[in-house]
C-alpha cells in the first residue's frame, strides 16, 4: 500500500483536483490519499477564529461569508453533473452552517480546533465526490476515527496503528482510500490538529502506521532544492537525501516537507517522495536511510526568526553540572534549544519559540549574566560525509567572509555546519554560499 499526499495548492483549484485524481488512479498498488485544505482556506479559518476571539463577530461574520463564496465557485466549476453538484452544495452548506452557529456562541480554544478542522473536511468530501461522480471506486476514511495525539500533543503511533488497520480491513478489496491530513483527536476526544502544514506529519504517521512502500508528498515544486529558490537566483532538486539530511533541512526552512514528518518514516524505513503534482514526471527527491553516493554539501537552508541567548558565568569555569542546570530551564518551560556553542565561561544558544522567554531569563539570571539577540537566522549547511571532504570549512567560511558570524555549530554530526547570522544578512549568506559551494 503507498500514501500519497496532496497539498493545498495540488487541490486548490477545480482543474487540480482533475489533476490528483488522475495520479491517484495511475498505479495498480492500493493507495491512501491523505489531502489538505484547499490553499488559502486554513489561513482563511484562522483570521474567523481571530476575529470571534476577538469578540468581533462581524468580521467573523465577513470572512466566513467570503470563504463560503470561495467554496460555491469551486464547487460549481468542480462538479459536472448536476447530482455531484447538489451533493457538493450539502457539503458546502453543512460546513458553513457550522461556522454561522458559532457566530452564536461563547468562543474558547476548542472550538478554534473546531475551524481548524473544516478546511480538510471540506477538500477531501469534494474530492470524494468527485471521484464518486466519475465512478471510480473509492472509501472515505474519516482521519478522525484513527488519528490522535495525546496529552503532550504527540501523536499515538500504536493506537492510531491498531484504529486505522481496524479500518482497513473492513475493506479488503478496496484500492483506494481519501482521509484528511492535519486533524486529529486529542486526549480529552476533542477535534484537535497536528500543527500548521500538518498534513505531511499525517501522511508519514499512516505510513508508519500500515507499513506502506513509500510516502509521496506532492506539491507545487520539483523536490527538495539545494537553496531557497524564492531567494537565491540558480537552484536545483536534490534526487536523494537521507533522512538524517532531509531531517535537517525540513528543520531549517526547507519548507517543502513539515520536520516532524521525517521521524515516523524514518523510524520504519518508509522511503518519502517529494514529487510535483505540476510536473508528475519530474523525478523529484527521494529520501531514505542510506544513501550511498559521497560529496561535499547538498543543500542550504535558513531559519529566521531566531532568538540567541548567551548566558555568561565565572562559575561555570571548572565547573560540572552548570549545562544541566542551563538546560533543566527550557526543559521546564518545554522550550526546545537549536544551536549551542560553549566555552570555558559561557554558553550561547538559539531557541524559535520565545512564548516563555520572560520566565526564562529570569531563572537563567541567577547563574549569570544572561544577553538576549532577537532577529537572527540559522543558515544550515547540509550534506553527506561534511568533515571528511577536503575544504569544505574553509569554503563555508570563505563564502561567508563578508558576513559577522555570532555563532558556529560544526561537528554536532556528520552531515551538517551551522552558523547564526543577523537576519539582515540571511538573504546574502544564502547566495553567497550558493555561489561558493556549488557548481552550476
Ligand atoms: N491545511 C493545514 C495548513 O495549512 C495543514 C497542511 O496543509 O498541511 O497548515
Ligand atoms: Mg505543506
Redesign the pocket.
Known amino acids: 500500500m503507498k500514501i500519497m499526499k496532496f497539498?493545498?495548492t495540488s487541490v486548490g483549484k477545480p482543474e487540480r483536483m482533475y489533476q490528483v485524481k488522475d495520479l491517484v488512479t495511475t498505479g495498480d498498488e492500493p493507495t491512501i490519499v491523505v489531502l489538505?485544505a484547499l490553499s488559502g482556506t486554513t489561513n482563511a479559518l484562522v483570521g474567523i477564529g481571530d476575529a470571534l476571539s476577538a469578540g468581533d463577530k462581524s468580521l467573523a461574520k465577513h470572512r466566513i461569508d467570503e470563504l463560503h463564496a470561495h467554496y460555491k465557485q469551486f464547487c460549481s466549476e468542480l462538479f459536472r453533473s448536476d447530482m455531484a453538484m447538489k451533493e457538493g452544495e450539502k457539503i458546502i452548506q453543512e460546513h458553513f452552517e457550522f461556522l454561522a452557529i458559532l457566530l452564536k456562541i461563547s468562543f474558547n480554544d476548542a472550538i478554534s480546533k473546531d475551524i481548524l478542522a473544516q478546511g480538510e473536511l471540506l477538500s477531501t468530501k469534494l474530492f470524494y465526490t468527485l471521484l464518486q461522480e466519475l465512478q471510480i471506486d473509492a472509501v472515505f476514511l474519516p482521519a478522525l476515527d484513527y488519528m490522535s495525539i495525546d496529552e503532550y500533543s504527540e501523536p499515538e503511533l500504536p493506537k492510531i496503528r491498531e484504529k486505522l488497520s481496524a479500518l482497513l480491513a473492513k475493506y479488503p478489496e478496496k484500492k483506494l482510500f481519501v482521509t484528511q491530513g492535519y486533524i486529529c483527536k486529542n486526549h480529552r476526544n476533542e477535534v484537535d490538529n497536528l500543527k500548521r502544514?500538518g498534513?505531511?506529519y499525517t501522511a508519514s504517521l499512516i505510513g508508519a502506521a500500515i507499513s506502506a512502500s513509500v510516502v509521496e508528498i506532492w506539491?507545487d515544486i520539483d523536490g527538495m532544492h539545494n537553496n531557497d529558490p524564492r531567494i537565491v537566483d540558480k537552484t536545483r532538486p536534490i534526487a536523494h537525501l537521507s533522512f538524517d539530511e532531509a531531517a535537517e533541512l525540513a528543520y531549517f526552512g526547507a519548507?517543502?516537507l513539515?520536520p516532524a514528518s521525517i521521524w515516523p518514516a524514518q523510524q520504519f524505513n518508509i522511503p518519502v517522495k517529494l514529487l510535483n503534482t505540476m510536473q508528475p514526471e519530474a523525478l523529484g527527491t527521494t529520501i531514505t536511510a542510506n544513501v550511498q553516493e559521497r560529496g561535499g554539501v547538498k543543500a542550504l537552508a535558513a531559519k529566521d526568526g531566531i532568538t540567541a541567548i548567551k548566558i555568561k558565568s565565572s562559575r561555570m569555569l571548572l565547573a560540572y553540572g552548570f549545562l544541566r542546570k542551563v538546560f533543566d530551564v527550557f526543559e521546564k518551560y518545554r522550550t526546545s534549544i537549536d544551536m549551542i556553542t560553549t566555552s570555558e565561561v559561557a554558553i550561547s544558544l538559539t531557541i524559535d519559540d520565545i512564548s516563555h522567554l520572560e520566565e526564562i531569563k529570569l531563572e537563567l539570571d541567577k547563574f549569570g549574566t544572561v544577553e538576549i539577540d532577537h532577529n537572527m537566522a540559522i543558515i544550515c549547511i547540509v550534506g553527506n560525509l561534511i568533515m571528511e571532504q577536503q575544504g569544505v570549512l574553509q569554503d563555508i567560511m570563505g563564502s561567508l567572509s563578508e558576513i559577522p558570524l555570532r555563532m558556529v555549530s560544526y561537528g554536532g554530526s556528520k552531515h551538517n555546519v551551522s552558523v547564526l547570522v543577523d537576519a539582515a544578512y540571511k538573504n546574502q549568506a544564502l547566495q553567497s554560499l550558493n555561489e561558493g559551494l556549488f557548481d552550476f
Open positions: 497539498g493545498g489538505s502544514g498534513s505531511d506539491t519548507k517543502i513539515h
